[in-house]
DNA sequence: CGAAAATTTGACATGACTCAACTGGAGTGG
DNA sequence: CCACTCCAGTTGAGTCATGTCAAATTTTCG
């Protein structure tokens, strides 16, 4: 399994001995997923939360009207979950889906917890990582807020210039919270401002 | 300084010992502010993160056209700070300010540091309300995709019943991303479908 | 009581949605 | 290699949610 990229994901924010990190690596699992299959579905409960080594997810739910949302894409060196279902292990309202072949780290629930134990800088890490998750999740919601649909596509591609090549147009207009059709309007009327 | 109310709240999470209270207890400040006086203001760095024991305060900050925009309101048992800020060090984009007379505990940054290594209890306590914190925004980022103001309104006054009263509407309008002529509709259509 | 602030109301403008029709690739099978 | 289908993407007409601006009304508070 290569865990090379998680290693050095972590270093980023604390420092582990040899022996922590063979206790981690004890703890943690390698998976693949193929396009299309599911990391969780909504209404399962979320037993862990995966770091991407390679591919593409997306985090979406479903509403009463069988609309699909999508709520963000994990690419490679992010974590994905449904952190509220997993904090309190009960049914998940998000689905997380693979857009392409996606390898994973995953920490489950149970053995999260005997880490934290084992190893309290982990709990530090997580503690860092929500904070920079918190920020940048109070920022989506100043700029949903504050600009038009143009203004956070523009963002959006400046901000993901991967992401935009790789998958479909009707699901970043899902995630910018916008209609399939008027996302392509204000793409011919960029074209145009040119 | 009553501290009874944060001991309360933070035993709903960890345990501390009377050794570990009187430790936290002497690292944190209290403090009193008037009504309209700011905690925290837009390009200065927060150098600490509030608890609130009394009052009301609204997190906003005003944009380009100088139009201001509530991110949050915080009330008894609520912290408030600007994330980002604070775990970076640098210029704040938001604004505290309290809207009634307001009592707080505060953490500084540096103490909060050494009160993590004293008591790295504390860091567990942080990293599970960063954890709410987080899924309670993703839910507010679902809602303004998927409802409609006025369906936004309805929850929030079921979920802030007491803010409701406490406020003037043209900041719930703000918080709710709304204009307030548009929530004065909202209302005035409710009272006829009743 | 009077002034300032907050709220409401109405006319009109606009951003974004819906629905339906059309275009253009990417398979697939004969 | 062509005809066919299927799906993503585009375009246009009409509509709805919400915004803007200005005026009228109500509330707050010195």
Chains 1, 2 share one sequence.
């Not at 739910?61 to 994905?80: C, L, N, P, R």
């Not at 005997?114 to 309290?120: D, K």
């Not at 990582?129 to 100043?142: N, P, T, Y």
Request: charged share 25%; proline share 3%.
């Amino acid at each position: 399994m290569n865990t090379a990229p998680l290693l050095n994901y972590i270093s980023k924010y604390i420092d582990l001995t040899e022996e922590e990190v063979s206790i981690l690596l004890s703890k943690i699992k390698y998976r693949k997923y193929l396009k299309g299959q599911y990391i969780l579905q909504q209404g399962d409960v979320c037993k862990c939360s995966s770091f991407l080594i390679s591919g593409c997810t997306k985090t979406f739910y479903v509403d009463a009207e069988g609309q699909e949302h999508i709520i963000m894409f994990s690419i490679k060196d992010w974590w994905t979950s449904d952190i509220g279902s997993f904090i309190t292990q009960t049914a998940a309202d998000y689905n997380i889906q693979c857009l392409e072949p996606t390898e994973v780290i995953q920490f489950s629930y149970d053995n999260q917890e005997e880490l934290f134990q084992e190893i309290p800088k982990l709990e530090r890490l997580f503690r860092k990582m929500l904070e920079k998750a918190l920020v940048s999740s109070q920022k989506r919601i100043v700029r949903n807020f504050s600009l038009t649909a143009k203004e956070r596509y523009l963002i959006f591609k400046e901000q993901y210039p991967t992401i935009d090549q790789r998958i479909p147009q009707y699901m970043i207009a899902s995630f910018l919270g916008i209609t399939k059709e008027f996302l392509s309007k204000i793409k011919s009327q960029l074209i145009l401002e040119q």
